[in-house]
Nanobody
C-alpha cells in the first residue's frame, strides 16, 4: 500500500512558477514509477509527466515539455513537479500517482492516487 499526499498548489500569474510535492508513505516507494496528472473542470484527467523508479527515465506530455520538470528523492519518499512559465491552460487539479511495472502515461495503469492539489494560473 502506498498513500500519496500532494502539496504546493496555489494561485499564480501567467509566466510564474510553482513546485508541487508528493509525499508517499510506505517503505516501497522506490519500487514505484511515479506520475503527475491534471484535470481541468469538465475535462478528463490527463497525463503530465512520469519518472521511473530510479529517476533515470522521464517522460512528458508535449504541452509541458521544456516548462515542467519531474524529479524524485527516494530517500525522502517524495516526487516533485517543477512548473515554470505557467499558462492559464495549465489550470486544474494536479494529482500524483504510483504505478508498479513499466513507466506509463496511461492513468489506467496507476495503482495509487493522491487527493490532488489545485493550481490556478491567472492571465
Amino acid at each position: 500500500q502506498v498513500q500519496l499526499v500532494e502539496s504546493g498548489g496555489g494561485l499564480v500569474q501567467a509566466g510564474g512558477s510553482l513546485r508541487l510535492s508528493c509525499a508517499a508513505s510506505g517503505r516501497t516507494f522506490s519500487r514505484y514509477d511515479m506520475g503527475w496528472f491534471r484535470q481541468a473542470p469538465g475535462k478528463e484527467r490527463e497525463f503530465v509527466a512520469a519518472i521511473s523508479w530510479s529517476g533515470g527515465y522521464t517522460v512528458y506530455a508535449d504541452s509541458v515539455k521544456g516548462r515542467f520538470t519531474i524529479s524524485r528523492d527516494n530517500a525522502k519518499n517524495t516526487v516533485y513537479l517543477q512548473m515554470n512559465r505557467l499558462k492559464p491552460e495549465d489550470t486544474g487539479v494536479f494529482y500524483c500517482a504510483a504505478a508498479r511495472g513499466a513507466i506509463t502515461t496511461s492513468k489506467y495503469n496507476y495503482d495509487y492516487w493522491g487527493q490532488g492539489t489545485q493550481v490556478t494560473v491567472s492571465s
